[in-house]
T-cell receptor
């Protein structure tokens, strides 16, 4: 079955710790995206990547980092610089950047201990 | 600046009643338009989309939406709501012609369905 997988489903971060959220897709999509969701705020774009080895900051990139070394993988690291990381994180992908439907993974909920 | 407005934060309807969720956007040209649905703790599922052509689009689960250029709106409708439709609904737009392909989302409308 083709799709987008995110792991883990729940993640706990200690103060000062970096954590990495996994996003994998087997849809052969070029473009991938990370969104943060907070209650009542919709989805806000963190980072996006149109092709392998290339990515751009979104609207709220501070405190986050990404890599795109493989077409199917787009991991997101939440660094210690992100002071309010508690949120639901959603990964998405689409065949190419423009004019296509974006498909979403099941999400990872990050909680701070 | 681009913006997507969903004016209703929370809507409550009785099962079997009709439903309309509002969405307005602010852009220079007609964007690509999407409606997604999200159940608690889950990802987003595409309900329907408008790229061009017929301004009344049909989606999954009996939903439809109408694009009105003059009102910059893309309202979602369902003639008879089922209890399983209770979820959060997001309107989103993509700037037409953009090479970035990013979506701009509204803040969502939470739908509660009374039995």
């Amino acid at each position: 079955d083709g799709g987008i997988t995110q792991s883990p489903k729940y993640l706990f971060r200690k103060e000062g710790q970096n954590v990495t959220l996994s996003c994998e897709q087997n849809l052969n999509h070029d473009a991938m995206y990370w969104y943060r969701q907070d209650p009542g705020q919709g989805l806000r774009l963190i980072y996006y990547s149109q092709i392998v080895n290339d990515f751009q900051k979104g609207d709220i990139a501070e405190g986050y980092s990404v890599s795109r070394e493989k077409k199917e993988s787009f991991p997101l690291t939440v660094t210690s610089a992100q002071k309010n990381p508690t949120a639901f994180y959603l990964c998405a992908s689409k065949p190419r950047a423009g004019g296509e439907t974006q498909y979403f993974g099941p999400g990872t909920r990050l909680l701070v201990l | 600046a681009q913006s997507v407005t969903q004016p209703d934060i929370h809507i409550t309807v009785s099962e079997g009643a009709s439903l309309e969720l509002r969405c307005n956007y602010s852009y220079g040209a007609t964007p690509y338009l999407f409606w997604y649905v999200q159940s608690p703790g889950q990802g987003l599922q595409l309900l329907l989309k408008y790229f061009s052509g017929d301004t009344l689009v049909q989606g999954i689960k009996g939903f439809e939406a109408e694009f009105k250029r003059s009102q910059s709106s893309f309202n979602l409708r369902k003639p008879s709501v089922h209890w399983s439709d209770a979820a959060e609904y997001f309107c989103a737009v993509e700037v037409r012609g953009s090479t970035l392909g990013r979506l701009y989302f509204g803040r969502g409308t939470q739908l509660t369905v009374w039995p």
